[in-house]
């Protein structure tokens, strides 16, 4: 009697019941498809940013020199680590769109430093890492939108450091050139000026930040280079030296 009480419980309605395959079709619904669609015009609760400045980088449909929040040494930081991280294969160190990848055949990355993109106001960068443009895909799943907004403002900074003059460096601050540091610190002196893509793509010596870097020597010694100055006169550690480039 037990048996058959125990038997009588132990209906299979929920393992046979109709179910929807995920990628399968359906005759349930008359579109064919199992995966219903979200209803248009709903969007999840907290995620409507489709009016902020923050999540678009537009105002009136239009894109706006500013930033959505302060911009300080951390916020620069934090930039310039993504900007290594993420642009770097493609637009190099300097932002000058001489890459390794370009080195090895894909199409050639932005200058950030020739008058287009020099013109183009300060969230014109963050709406193409949000939605990308021409080659470059958009960055939006593997870069946050705040650091999209810091790499925004690396950019500037390092457009900024490539036509820098004493004159700009506040009062007080220190200055060193980076010949200096170089003999300070035991390495060869061969910083100069970062050639543009169009004149030599494939040699790029290090570059001074603050105007008046010593002239390129040809052919420099196979060496670890000299720290990048910084408007603080504390040098920072310089980017690794391409594998692709000329000794």
Known sequence: MSLLTFAAGCRQDMQNQPRM???????????GRSVRPQVEHTVARGQLYETDYFYTGLINGKEADMMPFPVTTQVLAR?????NVYCTPCHS???NGAGMIVDRGYKPAGNFHDAKRLSEPLSHYFYVMTNGFGAMPDYKA??????RWAIAAYIRALQLSQN???SDVPAGI???????????TGHPEYAGPWPMPSTAINARPRTQIIA???AQTPNPPAATPPA????????????ARPSGAQQ
């Open 21 to 31: 395959y995920p990628q399968r079709g359906t005759p349930l619904f008359a579109d």
């Open 79 to 83: 930039g310039q680590e993504r900007f």
């Open 93 to 95: 160190r300097v932002g």
């Open 142 to 147: 593997q870069v946050a939108p705040e650091d």
């Open 164 to 166: 820098a003059k004493l």
């Open 174 to 184: 220190q200055v060193e050139s980076l010949s200096s540091i170089a003999e300070k």
């Open 212 to 214: 008046g870097a010593p």
């Open 228 to 239: 990048a100055t910084t408007t603080t006169g504390q040098p920072s550690k310089p980017p």
